[in-house]
């Protein structure tokens, strides 16, 4: 998808104004995905289960150039094909040449925030393949031709009303029908596309280098299908998915499902090694893996932000997030939104491109608490903001009042000045109008100032 | 296609422009400033309530398969695998018009054709005429008017039989190796897998140490029917994958 990042003001100011429906949905079905991760936190030791994650992940990350060797020389032992892509076009590229050498006329897919990321179904259907969204929630939104807005749950912005009026109108339902019509509706449709289809493609939650396993993470069985039906599987998976042993992917599974969904694990989990070989496998002739790194390198390379990268895309903090729940993801304009899309963002994108997501949060710290592999959001969130300013992306306006202060604060007697003046000024309605402050004094009562300043009631010797 | 075949192709490095060499070289750099940090060891997982008298694999199983929405059956002691089946998919209702079973799923436990009588004796691990065509499934004939058939592709069948590795206690999960038939094990909407005896593990890290070893091109973990809550938060089952999924545990 697009990068809309720098509309993120106007965009999420938008979205409370003007579809307040968005708001209900969005903190509905977050709040409900965050109660069911602290109840599934709550039944294991989930401190001891996150540090262990983040240790795993780390290792992984200061290894990496080991692991990508290994799980690409496991996974053409296995038989499947590797491909490395550096950026979003060679991604693309890749896939169509497949695509093109199998004469493939129509694509299943599997839920892939990577294959948003590199803008694939645009691709494909420019080469004249038709593109079936197979998860539920990606298939209403490809109806609607809109982004996902969650990692695990994309559609949570829509109302069951606006599925029943676009289901109506697409599929020929009725206009009242209830989820289960609905589900099966949609289920005869994409059942004949699986079955059709000449080229399934997923993406990959891990990816085992000690085995070359890619393993899939679901609870509609779509994945299932688009990994077996289809002579060609192809995965796009992001380098930093990997871990070192098949042990590790015990742990990781149910840790992710726990924090994504609060279920024990998913419903449905495929681990693909490679094409079929056995005699009575019917499932795919040809597997492609394709490692993506489209900035994640960038990620890696830079001395803070590297820790995102240890990210299993489980949604959590966007559940717990007290912005994000205002907004829903499509306010923060990229694939990745809430707390952890504004920390890796900025990484993936150039911090330039991701301004002002930095900023996009109250820095209350649940999103780490929740995180299963505790990336320190809120110390990311300003260590860019740090950089931002550093590099005079923050707007002027901010910028000159920090100036001002700081040219205030290392000039005694002109500090003095300017706290006298603040404190008779702030008690009076002139407040508002300073340039400064109207957007923030705008919505909210000025709190009233003491009249005396600290160093004033310092000196009287304050209580 | 073998892999051998697969790696003779020239594109199969897939290596645009030097992809690979330059993704590595910047890795490398990245891992060259950073410490190397140690592996933390094995997760251990959390002890049972009652660390004195832990619960069987087995009534774990239970107890997690079916919170997730999966159904477990118990064959009847008495009577062999086959009749037992045979009787408990004719007790599944009028929309069970024909039967898919995996490639691998032996004799013993697939249910008996329509022709045969379903409590002769003399079937139970015999060779009955009927038993060479369960596979693969895919090649039997279509939409037969026989309310109870072998054999039929798996999108037309009405029920699936496949037969699990194992089965996990700690997450309710069925393991479905590819070497059974895929297509059986995700398109009828009703799945009945058997468990062998013995092969339920405490622990998924057990089951998955011990797969390694002989690691099939595909594996499903299966816990539970396919569920989705993409429509108005509402969950609703049989999305894409089987709506009801039947554990039967062989004792």
Known sequence: MSVRISEYATRSREAIRDRPEVRTAVTGATVAFDEKRRRAYGEVDADSWRRWAEGVKNHLLTHLDDYLAEAEAQLEANGADVHWARDADEARQIVLALAARHSAR???????????????????????IEVYETDLGEYILQLLDEPPSHIVGPAIHKTLEQVQHLFADRLETDPGGDPDELARAA???LRDAFINADMGITGGNFLVAETGTVALIENEGNIRLTTSLPRVHVALVGIEKLLPRMSDLAGFLQLTARAATGQPIGCFVSLVQGPASAPGDDGPE????????????????????????????CGACLNTCPVYRQTGGHAYGWVYSGPIGSVLDPG??????????PFASSLCGACFDACPVRIPIPELLLSWREEAQQKGLTPWKERAALAGLA????????????????????????????PMLSDWSNDRDLPRPSPHTFRQLWRQGIK | MSGSATRDRPESRGDLGGARARILARVTRATATRGKLPHPGRLETPPAPDPATPPAPT???????????????TPDPDRSPRDWLTSFINGLGDEVNAIAIGADVPARLQPHPPDMPPADAGTAGGESPGQSRHAPAVAGPRNSPQPLHHAVPPEHAGVGISLAWGAVAETGSLILPSTGTRAVQLLPPVHIIWVPAGRVFARLEDALLELRAELPAGVGLHSGPSKSADIGQTVVTGVHGPGRCIAVLES
């Open chain 1, 106 to 128: 129509s694509v299943v897919k599997g839920k892939s925030m990577l294959t948003e990321e590199v803008e694939l179904n645009p691709a494909l259907e420019r080469a004249g």
């Open chain 1, 407 to 434: 040219t205030a604060a290392t000039r005694p007697p002109l500090y003095r000045a300017a706290a006298r003046i603040g404190t008779r000024l702030g008690a009076t309605r002139a407040a508002r109008k300073l």
């Open chain 1, 348 to 357: 993936l994108l150039g911090l330039h491109e991701a301004m002002p997501l």
């Open chain 1, 286 to 313: 040809e597997v492609h893996v394709v490692l993506v790194d489209n900035g994640r390198t960038d990620v890696l390379l830079h001395e803070h932000a590297w820790e995102a990268l240890r990210c299993v895309r």
């Open chain 1, 187 to 189: 289920r005869d449709v």
């Open chain 2, 59 to 73: 009534t774990t199983f239970v107890k997690r398969f079916t919170s997730q929405c999966g159904e477990v059956a």
